[in-house]
């Protein structure tokens, strides 16, 4: 077998290139490690009050649903506000418009004075940790104004949603949620207000 002789400059291009090697990986596991520990809410440290968005104090000051009332809204039980927009496309009767701007205008009342109280609260747990003043026993006091805060005020959007179905006819509901984008063709999927799902399923051949 022949001899293999590795000449001294052959043994510092290896060494050179082991320790830029070397190097390149300490690089990349520390640039890693770096982003591994990045928050995701980076940012939000500059908010006035760190739990809310400029436009979550936006729709809570002025009374928008927030994304509360998703539970009804997208189980095809129209809310108030959309109805008044689509009055003329679904066809609303002057009764119906003025029951419905009533539901409205109540709806928006008392979610605009919840939501400043909400805010509220939620700027005085900020401010109190800001300034190092909370204990376990303030901090479940706040807690539970919040809580409890934002439990009425998702109950006064979801609730005018449970409301508007006594108001429509089945095909204004229907047209509602095809103008909104959340009707199916599936009978199986959707099965209309005031029929019973049992039977509705049997009669669809759906089981």
């Known amino acids: 077998m022949a001899n ?17 090697t070397i190097s390149l990986n300490s ?5 890693a490690s770096e ?10 440290e500059k908010r006035e009050i760190k739990s809310l ?7 809570l000051k002025t009374g928008a649903g927030w994304g509360l009332a998703k539970a009804a809204e997208l189980n095809g039980l129209p809310g108030p506000k959309h109805i008044l927009e689509m009055k003329e496309e679904i066809e609303l009767t002057a009764e119906q ?19 400043k109280k909400l805010i509220g609260y939620e700027k005085d747990l900020n401010n109190r940790f800001a300034e ?7 901090l479940d006091e706040l807690l539970t104004k919040i809580s409890e805060t934002y439990k009425s005020l998702r109950f006064t959007h979801l609730s005018s949603h449970l409301k508007t179905p006594t108001i429509l006819t089945e095909d204004q509901i229907k047209k509602y949620n095809e103008l909104r ?8 999927a959707n099965i ?6 049992v039977m509705w399923r049997k009669h669809n051949n759906c089981d």
Do not use: W
């Open 27 to 31: 690089l990349f596991l520390y640039a």
């Open 181 to 188: 984008g959340y009707s199916s063709d599936d009978p199986c």
């Open 35 to 44: 982003h591994e520990y990045t928050s995701k809410y980076v940012g939000q």
């Open 192 to 197: 209309p207000l005031g029929h019973d799902p």
């Open 4 to 20: 293999i002789i590795i000449t001294a400059k052959q043994i510092c291009i290896i060494a050179t290139f082991s320790t830029i």
């Open 53 to 59: 968005s400029d436009e979550d104090i936006k729709e």
């Open 132 to 138: 190092r003043k909370v204990d376990e026993k303030v």
């Open 97 to 115: 418009e003025r029951m419905i701007v009533g539901l409205y205008n109540d709806m928006k009342k008392e979610a605009i004075t919840l939501g």
